[in-house]
């Protein structure tokens, strides 16, 4: 007989599985990286009830205690202090994690806060001058989410947001007049207004574009991943990750595309369906495509990762891939500083200051440079 448990569950439904497969990923990737120079903090900024049993019976834990999880193991092995900070307007819910931390034995004791999660960060925002680098995961059940506390705590430095944007909910209460502030708020505009009347997979795509122009203003990296529902071919809801560093941004997509058969979004039940797009030969000359088409004129390798990293569905490995085979098919030139590696070799290697220059580009050059020593009637 299974003893039972001294804390409440929720059901575990399959998309919130997979989205806490790849926030714990990421953020342990996170402490990891940023918790080398610096003191942390963890903003869970909708704690749940921290607890969740699936079809087969098996117990799963939320945000609060996988960010408790993590922050513990990292803390100890970093020798930094991660601080949690876990808020939920419901007092049974903070209660019911505190049961769960000490039913893990879990030494990290994080503040907690029974209170509204806009109403608190602005007090803090309000209150503290400086604010160590912050990593806010929003996992609202509804869609009351103001945009200009996102601005607020993305201008702090080093703060990076992990936001679901409930689109199935926006969707379907996009005309309805009582929830018109809401969405004012959401968007800080009116714009969406102009999407009313379109329909299916139009209005979705300019919803989901619109709000990330709007996140654009204020995080120099924005880039968004699909949850389908687990049996429809229907949107549920969109993770928008933001942050202001290139390298969160790459992070961050490896590893949603490594519980995703290489994709950025989740499809469910069909996430193990091939489409025409999915095939590695179409997303490289896609790629190249591309890359192609950006290089109006010389570009660093960084350069070109900054333009592409959340515009495109694509990753670092893809971009990088598609360069190299650029190269090597003659399309492209290369120019590598330094030329040779530390041994005296060749360097085939990208790094973030080589220059990538389409071959169209160099020859114009050198058509210009020709033509001028022409006109001035040769070298001396």
């Not at 714990?24 to 749940?48: E, P, R, S, T």
């Not at 019976?57 to 939320?62: D, L, M, R, S, V």
């Not at 102009?194 to 209005?203: E, L, Y």
């Not at 499809?267 to 590695?280: A, E, I, N, P, W």
């Amino acid at each position: 007989m299974k003893q039972k448990l001294p804390f409440k569950v929720w059901e575990y439904e399959d998309q919130t599985k997979m989205k806490h497969k790849v926030f714990a990923d990421y953020f342990d990737k996170w402490v990891k990286i940023v918790g080398k120079y610096y003191n942390l903090n963890y903003f869970d900024c909708y704690g749940g009830c921290g607890a969740y049993k699936d079809k087969d019976k098996n117990i799963y834990y939320g945000s609060p205690i996988l960010a408790a999880q993590i922050a513990e193991k990292n803390g100890l092995n970093l020798k930094r202090k991660v601080k949690l900070v876990i808020i939920d307007n419901k007092r049974e819910n903070i209660e019911n994690i505190k049961k769960i931390l000490t039913h893990l034995k879990l030494r990290v004791e994080p503040v907690f806060i029974n209170d509204d999660f806009d109403k608190t960060i602005n007090k803090i925002l309000d209150s503290m001058d400086k604010l160590a680098p912050s990593f806010f995961f929003i996992d609202p059940f509804g869609y009351k989410i103001k945009i200009t506390t996102l601005k607020r705590i993305m201008k702090r430095p080093r703060t990076e947001i992990l936001l679901t944007f409930m689109f199935n909910a926006i969707n379907r209460f996009l005309i309805h007049k009582p929830v018109r502030d809401t969405l004012i708020e959401l968007f800080g505009c009116d714009d969406w207004k102009h999407f009313c009347h379109k329909k299916g997979q139009c209005r979705e795509e300019a919803i989901v574009d619109l709000y990330r122009t709007k996140l654009k203003e204020f995080s120099r990296f924005v880039s968004y991943y699909r949850f389908s529902f687990p049996e429809k071919k229907r949107t549920y809801y969109y993770l928008f990750h933001m942050t202001n560093h290139i390298k969160g941004c790459s992070v961050m997509k490896s590893c949603f595309a490594k519980y995703n058969f290489g994709r950025t979004e989740y499809r469910g039940k069909l996430s193990g369906q091939m489409t025409f797009f999915d095939y590695d030969s179409i997303k490289q000359q896609d790629i190249k495509n591309i890359i192609l088409l950006i290089l109006d004129k010389p570009k660093s390798y960084l350069k070109i990762l900054e333009e592409l990293i959340d515009e495109t569905p694509y990753l670092k490995s893809n971009i990088t891939k598609a360069i190299k085979d650029l190269e090597e098919k003659g399309k492209i030139y290369i120019k590598r500083e330094p030329e040779t590696t530390p041994t005296g070799r060749p360097r085939i290697s990208l790094q973030n200051q080589d220059v990538i220059i389409k071959k169209e580009v160099e020859c114009e050059k050198n058509k210009e440079e020709k033509s001028l020593v022409s006109e001035r009637g040769g070298v001396c």
